[in-house]
């Protein structure tokens, strides 16, 4: 059974608070705060149903033992062999995300989607992170490890991109990541079970990202996404105070 | 190129304001309001930085015709027929899809996941609504077509059981409904090209609330699903005020 009593988000902090609070400051001091008060008022039927933003604050990051989305797919289609020949296949695998993304990324540059755009930069980052946690694994395991030479890649239209990047995620983080930290369970390699759970995490994360910039293509935001460094998880506009994969602080991700 | 000027997100509207004008009130009448002044106060860090909601607020319905997100991928699964034969497989596809959600609810009642139980008995109900428009229109070329029987499922853990849930939709908003549409409008089937193009974007949302809800399966949140009663939209929480697929009002939507 799974812990769900911890919440992630809360409700606007203070500013729920501050809403809250200013009818009974209006109500007490209203001669006074008139210019002010009008503001609000113009526009009074929001005022009491706008909710506040959900602001994500974590405090726990997830495990692999404990957590409730590491089952793989019954249907698998993962090819598990060591820890190292997994870290060997999952390098490949981020390298020829990598490569896809930047493509995609220069794809919808062409096609006005600056949205789009960001968030393909942004994911490519993501997947060099995972590269370089998996690649120094590797070579801890055997120096001699090279990396992959990056597939040349032939992108389609945005609306296609986003979802064969999403198809791509999905399958990383529901399919090939369980299967490769059940095997780094097994073979009791913590190092590699926190670096492939950090990587299948981010992964989910990545293709709801898509999934929403696929529904937003004609009705995009401006909103920065941000990358944690440490771990690859994306997070789209403000409401974050931390990483909700490893914990890394707001402060510390990259904006694009 | 995609019309991209519209924006369906509006921050916050008057709840922005309202914080805004707080200090102002605060500065102007602190003695009068000391009590409520408080409030903020106690927790004045996240008052400046915590974001106002978006709040979505569609003016314009998209269109088969001019959306981005209507490109079938290239390497496509999906038989396409004539348009009543379309509409057959379409109906045959939501019927699978509303069995395993109702199967897939009971599931997550059972492992205690409330947030996923609500989200795909919401789901399950949105595809009943695709089978009523898509059998109509099909009694309309052929009076004696009948329903087919719902397939038996037997769920997997809720983890999996999203994921497949997600895998599903994507097919259908990335491959199989963007053939019908074409097939549709070659036909100048435009009943059917609007049938196709609701099921078609509500598809995509539903694939993004899956993944959203995996990605919280261990942190969820008690937000409300609101089911948008003409096309089955699906939205997470407050912060909107109409459909984005067929601007029908939150006020007809049903609460999940």
Not at 45 to 74: C, G, H, Y
Not at 82 to 96: C, D, F, H, P, V
Not at 116 to 127: H, N, Q, S, V
């Amino acid at each position: 059974m799974a812990d769900v009593s911890r919440r992630l988000f809360v409700k606007g902090a203070a500013l729920g608070a501050a809403t809250l609070s200013t009818a009974g400051i209006l109500a007490a001091c209203a001669s006074e705060a008139k210019p002010a008060a009008e503001e609000p008022k113009a526009d009074a039927e929001p005022q009491t149903q706008a909710p506040a933003a959900d602001v994500l604050t974590p405090t726990k990051a997830p495990s692999a033992d404990t957590a409730s989305n590491f089952e793989a797919m019954p249907d698998s289609i993962t090819t598990v062999g060591t820890t190292y020949e997994n870290l060997l296949a999952a390098i490949e695998g981020e390298t020829g995300a990598t490569a896809k993304y930047t493509a995609y990324a220069e794809a919808a540059d062409k096609e006005g989607f600056d949205q789009i755009a960001r968030l393909f930069r942004c994911t490519a980052d993501a997947e060099k992170i995972h590269i370089e946690l998996e690649y120094n694994l590797a070579k801890e395991i055997d120096p001699a490890t090279e990396k992959p030479e990056p597939p040349t890649i032939e992108p389609h239209g945005s609306g296609v991109n986003l979802i064969s990047g999403a198809n791509g995620e999905i399958y990383e983080t529901s399919d090939m990541y369980p299967s490769f930290i059940k095997k780094a369970q097994e073979e009791d390699n913590q190092k590699a079970v926190q670096v492939f759970t950090r990587a299948k995490l981010a992964e989910a994360y990545h293709a709801e990202r898509y999934l929403d910039a696929y529904n937003t293509i004609d009705t995009p935001s401006d909103d920065t996404y941000y990358l944690c460094p440490i771990c690859g998880y994306i997070h789209k506009g403000e409401n974050f105070t931390a990483c909700p994969i490893c914990l890394a602080p707001k402060e510390s991700f990259t904006a694009y």
